[in-house]
């Protein structure tokens, strides 16, 4: 996928309508948006507001994540979009989402996968600050590998990410995450893009939590194809409930 970086400033606002300028290299166009009804306006005026029309979807995405606190004027911001990013396939948690080699793409679930498979759940208890994660491989053969880690992390998200980090640290061919976070996958397979073009910034202005993590996360992705699929939790999944089940155990041995 191939990212377009662009330039967003807000330079008005009326009733909860703002003008915003939106630059790149070439061109420049002022869209107005209403943060009640959400109504967007992009004029056609230019190449650059082609791209923004064709790719709509992600556009309005971008603004609607936006947190009211960060609509005023003089807000700047450097952002991205993927032109022509099939929305529908991403958003679908039945897909495999791929990053293979610099290339990220979506599958479905149903395309045979001869790669071996790693489960990974995390379990974190707030009221104690501490948690741990299981790591479960199964093989083409059926035979299974667990193992159990106490994690460093500080909170639930934290901790999942931290789970996979560590199985692409055990296992250093190509294989198939399967994870009950959303945050991860997402994260490594679409956030990331536009975080590292925007010096690691989320469209609210603010740094992304856990950099040196992601950055580690990516390292551990480059030069293999990693698959990352996706299963609800506690939803009678055998393996995630597995793993649940054991990094719960390991987290409350010491307390």
């Known amino acids: ?22 630059s790149d290299d070439m061109d420049q166009v002022i869209i107005t948006y209403d943060t009640q009804t959400k109504d967007l306006q992009i004029p056609n005026i230019n190449d650059l507001a082609d791209f923004l029309y064709s790719n709509e979807s992600q556009f309005r995405g971008i603004l609607h994540n936006k947190k009211s606190e960060s609509y005023f004027k003089g807000f700047k911001l450097n952002f991205s979009i993927i032109d022509g990013k099939d929305i529908a396939k991403f958003k679908n948690r039945d897909n495999i989402i791929i990053r293979d080699r610099g290339k990220v793409f979506v599958e479905s679930a149903d395309k045979r996968n001869k790669l071996p498979e790693v489960f990974t759940d995390a379990s974190y208890d707030e009221r104690f600050k501490k948690g741990a994660y299981c790591v479960l491989r199964k093989d083409s053969d059926g035979s299974y590998e667990a193992r159990e880690f106490p994690c460093e992390s500080q909170d639930s998200n934290s901790a999942e990410l931290e789970a996979a980090i560590k199985a692409l640290e055990i296992y250093r061919d190509d294989l198939r995450i399967v994870t009950d976070s959303q945050y991860v996958r997402k994260g490594i397979t679409e956030w990331i893009i536009h975080w590292k073009l925007n010096n690691w910034h989320t469209a609210n202005g603010t740094k992304a939590k856990n950099i040196n993590m992601w950055k580690r996360l990516d390292k551990l992705c480059e030069n293999r194809r990693i698959e990352f699929g996706y299963v609800k939790a506690h939803n009678n999944h055998f393996e995630n409930e597995y793993c649940d089940l054991m990094a719960r155990i390991k987290r409350e041995e010491d307390i």
Not at 4 to 22: A, F, G, Q, V
Request: a negative charge; charged letters at 40%.
């Open 1 to 22: 996928m191939i990212a377009k970086e662009m330039h967003l400033e807000i330079i008005d606002e009326r009733d909860n309508k703002y003008s915003i300028r939106i």
